[in-house]
């Protein structure tokens, strides 16, 4: 269980994550919801610690994650996979090779430096490769490939990790409806299979309330919103998505709670279909 | 073309090319007056020049006579009637004078290499987006600062006087310069690497040097491969013209003869050199393309 204790994480100015408290339980599938600016991309940043929080505490099965340095902080990274709305992949290396940068926690430093890995751990690779059908293109350049197949790549590398918590910035904003459907779908499955705890910024509401357990709604930094799918109300929507309400695909929602998922918009319906 | 007509309404689109015209007059006008202060400011600093550096027209004119006869007296006659064997005794010490030009590319090409490995070394801490102390920062880029501001003459005279006459203080020379020039450009290399990428090792886990051997690294290669040829052309260069200074190599010979009036002996070497220079100039610059070809398209 991931316990999130008043976590701030100020900026001169900016007051980016501001006195945010969560429990995540083991296994559960998140969506985080906002509009732009709302502070979603650090919250995972300060998860990850790839940022540092200004206050507030972060713990994870007891263990105080704010408060560890060096090499635990870097085991503590291999355990908690980020994937990124710009997938992040070496250009430059092949595919395998991308996948198996999964691997720098579990490895003495020296043999990564030479890129060397065991076969176990290349078998490992593909594997994961082939679960994200993309075994195939094991040896092209990363940079040769598509934006999906790129964002699988990613998925893969983070698969590699053996990771407790999977955290996606964004993973399907820069992506077509159909590639944008495989990801989730395979977060998904790697949420149900594997029983890693998936947290996934998204844009979209539809996207949010199609796969996600549990819905947080950020506003200004701070949780606005924080239940199923089925309590959120047009008002509660219009007040996380301010001026994006329209584009955020939110038009739709009576203001009463419904229990049945919304239906998607005929347009993106036709959209995803092509 | 049937069926859609495109109507615009004509009051504001007029409207609208009138703005775009004022506009643009206006920006025309505002470069116009900067273009001509800075010609303004150039032609000021030229006569500045020419006044404090004494260049003097007339010394000028006089001195270009003796340029070419210095010229002419060095190169030697050759008779149609016998082009062998002039030639054969204008290149009298062509076997020895072809080892002494081979030692000067041996001491450019391991006094680059030496720098390339240095520039290495400094290269990474001298990135500001790649370390977070300030303090290695500033002492990376001091330190390279320093190595490339002497120029390699000095260095050579220097070592010359440390380690005496030969190719090693020549090879010091140009390591410990190009050491400092190459530092610089890796170092802004590195700094214009997509941080995407090196976020995304981070945060799989990576420490300083995973995330430089396998985020940085396969970024920077090819233009540190590029950067590093080019400073072996310039220090082919270089390398014949410390050993003015008894830094080994050819220039040490052309020192030679030029101080003992041997005026053919001068003519044969320096065409040697200029031949050198440009094969080497030439292949080097058919490599670096081959390192970088999406430079050529960009
Ligand atoms: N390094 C930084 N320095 C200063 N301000 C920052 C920094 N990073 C983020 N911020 C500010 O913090 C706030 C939250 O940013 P964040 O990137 O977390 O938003 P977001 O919800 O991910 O938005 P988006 O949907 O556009 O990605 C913004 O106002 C942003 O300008
Ligand atoms: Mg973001």
């Not at chain 2, 290695?136 to 490339?148: D, N």
């Amino acid at each position: 269980m991931l316990k999130i204790d008043g976590l701030s994480k100020h900026y001169s100015t900016v007051k980016a994550v501001d006195d945010v408290s969560l429990e995540i339980p083991t296994g559960q599938m998140v969506g985080i919801i906002g509009r732009s600016g709302a502070g979603k991309s650090t919250l995972l940043r300060l998860i990850n610690r790839l940022a540092d929080p200004t206050g507030g505490a972060l713990s994870c099965d007891g263990v105080d994650v704010t408060a560890l340095t060096g090499r635990d902080l870097r085991q503590w990274r291999s355990r908690c996979a980020m994937i990124f709305q710009q997938f992040n992949l070496v250009n430059r290396l092949d595919v395998i090779t991308n996948v198996l940068i999964g691997r720098v926690g579990h490895r003495p430093t020296l043999s990564t430096l030479v890129k060397k890995f065991t076969v176990a751990e290349r078998a490992l690779a593909i594997q994961a490769l082939h679960r994200l059908d993309m075994d195939v293109q094991a040896l092209q350049r990363a940079e040769t490939l598509s934006g999906g197949q790129q964002q699988r790549v990613a998925i893969a590398r983070a698969l590699m990790q053996e990771p407790q918590i999977l955290l996606a910035d964004e993973p399907i904003a820069s992506l077509d409806p159909r590639n944008a459907t495989r990801v989730m779908e395979a977060l998904q499955t790697i949420n149900r299979e594997d029983g890693i705890t998936v947290m996934v910024n998204l844009h979209h509401l539809d996207t949010a309330q199609e796969y996600c357990d549990r819905i947080i709604g950020m506003a200004a930094g701070r949780v606005v919103f924080d239940g199923q799918a089925k309590d959120l109300t047009a008002s509660l929507a219009r007040e996380i998505y301010g001026q994006e309400s329209e584009d955020a695909g939110i038009a739709e929602l009576p203001d009463i709670p419904v229990s049945a998922p919304i239906p998607k918009p005929a347009a993106a319906v036709a959209v995803a279909g092509a | 073309m049937s069926g859609i007509v495109v109507s615009a309404p004509p009051i504001s689109s007029g409207d609208a090319v009138a703005d775009f015209e004022r506009n643009r007059l206006a920006l025309i006008r505002a470069r116009r007056s900067k273009e001509i202060l800075f010609a303004f400011l150039f032609a000021a600093m030229f006569v500045f020049s020419v006044i404090v550096g004494e260049v003097n027209i007339a010394t000028l004119v006089e001195g270009v006579p003796g340029f070419f006869n210095y010229i002419s007296d060095t190169i030697p006659p050759i008779r149609a009637d016998s082009v062998v064997a002039d030639v054969r005794e204008w290149y009298w010490a062509f076997p020895k004078w072809l080892m002494l030009l081979f030692d000067t590319v041996v001491i450019a090409f391991l006094g680059t290499f030496i720098g390339t490995v240095g520039a290495l070394v400094f290269c990474f801490a001298g990135s500001r987006n790649l370390v977070s102390s300030g303090w290695v920062y500033f002492i990376a880029r001091r330190l390279t600062e320093i190595a490339r501001a002497v120029p390699e003459l000095v260095y050579a005279m220097i070592f010359v006087f440390a380690f005496g006459l030969g190719p090693l203080p020549g090879v010091l020379a140009i390591a410990v310069h190009s050491a400092g020039a190459l530092g610089k450009l890796f170092a802004e290399v590195n700094e214009n690497v997509d941080m995407g990428t090196v976020e995304g090792v981070r945060a799989s886990g990576g420490n300083w040097f995973q995330i430089i051997r396998l985020a940085v690294i396969p970024q920077v290669l090819p233009n540190y491969l590029s950067y590093a040829l080019l400073r072996f052309e310039i220090n082919v260069r270089s390398a014949a013209v410390i050993g003015f200074v008894g830094a080994g190599g050819v220039g040490q010979e052309l020192m030679f003869v030029i101080r003992q009036f041997v005026y053919t002996d001068v003519s044969a070497l320096v065409l040697m050199i200029i031949v050198t220079v440009s094969l080497i100039d030439m292949s080097c610059e058919k490599l670096r393309h081959r390192f970088i070809p999406e430079q050529q398209t960009a």
